[in-house]
Each structure stands twice: as structure tokens, then as C-alpha cells.
């Protein structure tokens, strides 16, 4: 069972488009809420991350908007650039025993048209 | 990069053979995960360890084992590899205290 819904699967865009992506969960032990980008061939690396005191987190051209009575939270990318094509996935941590355990979606494949 | 490599990068094995993928860091890193990613399933978990010798299951854990002699190798075998088994593997490494999780390059396993 997916323990994070992610969605779209793909997306496509045009240069200084604002894609977002959205992922949605059950856990309510979830605590961190990271998402990752990924270039094909590399490994994912960490973009940007929330916690669920804070309802948007912005870190240059991206942002995150979390909701956490609709257990959901979304990825923004304002002024997008061919440079962003690559796949996203977001990811949940829960707080306690189980703290060390990620989970992730199912990734996001993102094409910026220039 | 947070100073992992793993290796093989790539390997082709067949079915019913023993494997071994190797994670290595220089980070002291305490924590240690192996993913696997797959089309339509993102990453999801096959083991990780909180420490040397001290290792737990992911959610799909099945006919995978690890090993942690010391902090910076974890090692991943498939005791009898099978075409399921056919997948790219990633490392990752997470420093104790902290939330983010450093990715190595992945290995790329193909069982025939």
C-alpha cells in the first residue's frame, strides 16, 4: 500500500510555467515532508522540505504549500526553466520508533519545453 | 555529494545466483538505506541500519539481506537473484539528528 499519493505521474510545461505537483497521505505520524529531484542517471537529491507547523516554505524558484488538515502538500516551481526537467518525488518521515523509515511517491516526470 | 559510491554501477547476473551490491561512505554517517526504484513505484525501501550491526526491515524487504561490519559499508545481497529482482538500487546515507538523506550514484541490476 502507498503510504504517499503522488500525482501527476507526468507533467509538461512551457518555459516560465508553474508546474506543481501534488502528493497527499493517511499517516497522521508523518512530521517531515521532503521532496527530491532526480536527473536521469543520478541519484535524487534533496530540494526542499516542510514540517507541518508551517503551511508554505519557499526556497528560491520553489515552494512547497502544506495543508495539514487535508494531509496534503504540493510542489511549486515558479518561472520554470528547461534546466528543471527531471523527475520529483516527494517523500514523508514520521516522528518516533519508526523515524528512521522514508517513504516515497511514486515520482513525477517533468518536462519544461523551452 | 555527500561521498558515497557504489558498486558494481552495472551488473548482469542470472537467475538463481548469488549478488552483492556494495554502499560506501566517507561521511560518517550513522544511518545507512537501500532502495530500490522501479517504474510506477518510486523508491521504496529494502532494509537500512541505525549503526554497526544494527540493521531493521522496509516495507519490501523479501529475499534481500544486508550487512554493517563497520560505518562505512553496507552491503546488499540477494541470495538467489530473480528476474523481480531486475531493478536500479540506490544507497543513502543520513547523518544521526538530521532529516536529510544524502543518494549515491545507483547500481543497476538486471537478473536474466
Known amino acids: 500500500q502507498q503510504q504517499v499519493k503522488q500525482s501527476p505521474q507526468s507533467l509538461i510545461v512551457q518555459k516560465g510555467g508553474i508546474p506543481i505537483i501534488n502528493c497527499a497521505y493517511e499517516?497522521?505520524?508523518?512530521?517531515?515532508f521532503p521532496w527530491y529531484q532526480q536527473f536521469p542517471g543520478k541519484g535524487p537529491a534533496l530540494l526542499i522540505a516542510?514540517?507541518?507547523?508551517?503551511s508554505e516554505k519557499k526556497e528560491g524558484r520553489f515552494t512547497i504549500s502544506f495543508n495539514k488538515s487535508a494531509k496534503q502538500f504540493s510542489l511549486h516551481i515558479m518561472d520554470s526553466q528547461p534546466g528543471d526537467s527531471a523527475t520529483y518525488f516527494c517523500?514523508?518521515?514520521?516522528?518516533?520508533?519508526?523515524?528512521?523509515?522514508?517513504?516515497f511517491g511514486t515520482g513525477t516526470s517533468l518536462t519544461v519545453i523551452p | 555529494d555527500a561521498g558515497i559510491t557504489q558498486s558494481p554501477r552495472h551488473k548482469v547476473t542470472e537467475t538463481g545466483t548469488p549478488v552483492t551490491l556494495r554502499c560506501h561512505q566517507t561521511?560518517?554517517?550513522?544511518?545507512m538505506y537501500w532502495y530500490r526504484q522501479d517504474p510506477g513505484h518510486g523508491l521504496r525501501l529494502i532494509h537500512y541500519?541505525?549503526?554497526?550491526?544494527?540493521?531493521d526491515k522496509g516495507e519490501v524487504s523479501d529475499g534481500y539481506s544486508v550487512s554493517r561490519s563497520k560505518t562505512e559499508d553496507f552491503l546488499l545481497t540477494l541470495e538467489s537473484a530473480t528476474s523481480s529482482q531486475t531493478s536500479v538500487y540506490f544507497c543513502?546515507?543520513?547523518?544521526?539528528?538530521?532529516?536529510?538523506?544524502?543518494f549515491g550514484p545507483g547500481t543497476r541490476l538486471t537478473v536474466t
Open positions: 541500519s541505525y549503526g554497526v550491526k544494527d540493521t
Open positions: 516542510i514540517r507541518p507547523d508551517v
Open positions: 543513502a546515507t543520513r547523518l544521526g539528528g538530521g532529516h536529510e538523506q544524502y
Open positions: 499517516n497522521t505520524a508523518f512530521d517531515y
Open positions: 517523500a514523508a518521515n514520521p516522528a518516533g520508533g519508526t523515524g528512521n523509515q522514508f517513504y
Open positions: 561521511e560518517n554517517h550513522r544511518y
